[in-house]
Nanobody, 130 residues
Framework: QVQLVQSGGGLVQAGDSLRLSCTTS????????MAWFRQAPGNEREFVAA????????NYTDSVKGRFTISRDNAKNTVYLEMNSLKPEDTAVYYC???????????????????????WGRGTQVTVSS
C-alpha cells in the first residue's frame, strides 16, 4: 500500500513555529489534492487544512486560520504545513493525506472528510508546551 512519508514534528513552546513535510516516491503529488488532519488524545481525527492539486485553492479549519499555511513544492514532490503561533491545544498527531485530483471534480466531494482521501501518512507528533 502506498504510504506518504512525514517529517518535522517535535516538542515546542507556545508561540513557536514548526513546519511539517509530506512526501513519497510512489506518487507524483502535483496530481493530487492534499490535506492535513490531526488527532489529539481522546478526540476524533479532525480536518486541519487542504490544498487543491493545482494549488489554486486552500481550506482551513477555523481554529488554525491565520496561523497555519498549507503549500506544496512540486520540484521536491513535497507538501508542507507551516504552523505559526502554536498553542497547547494544537498538540496532536498530525497526518497528511492525498487523493487524486480527478476525484475532487466529482459532485459532493468534501475536502474535510477523512473518507475523501485515498493515501495516508503514518502521522507525526506535535507537542506544544505552555
Amino acid at each position: 500500500q502506498v504510504q506518504l512519508v512525514q517529517s518535522g514534528g517535535g516538542l515546542v513552546q507556545a508561540g513557536d513555529s514548526l513546519r511539517l513535510s509530506c512526501t513519497t516516491s510512489e506518487l507524483t503529488l502535483s496530481s493530487y489534492a492534499m490535506a492535513w488532519f490531526r488527532q489529539a488524545p481522546g478526540n476524533e481525527r479532525e480536518f486541519v487544512a487542504a490544498l487543491s492539486w493545482n494549488a489554486r485553492s486552500t481550506n482551513y479549519t477555523d481554529s488554525v486560520k491565520g496561523r497555519f499555511t498549507i503549500s506544496r513544492d512540486n520540484a521536491k514532490n513535497t507538501v508542507y504545513l507551516e504552523m505559526n503561533s502554536l498553542k497547547p491545544e494544537d498538540t496532536a498527531v498530525y497526518y497528511c493525506a492525498a487523493v487524486h485530483g480527478t476525484t475532487t471534480l466529482r459532485m459532493g466531494f468534501n475536502h474535510s472528510q477523512r473518507t475523501s482521501y485515498t493515501y495516508w501518512g503514518r502521522g507525526t507528533q506535535v507537542t506544544v508546551s505552555s
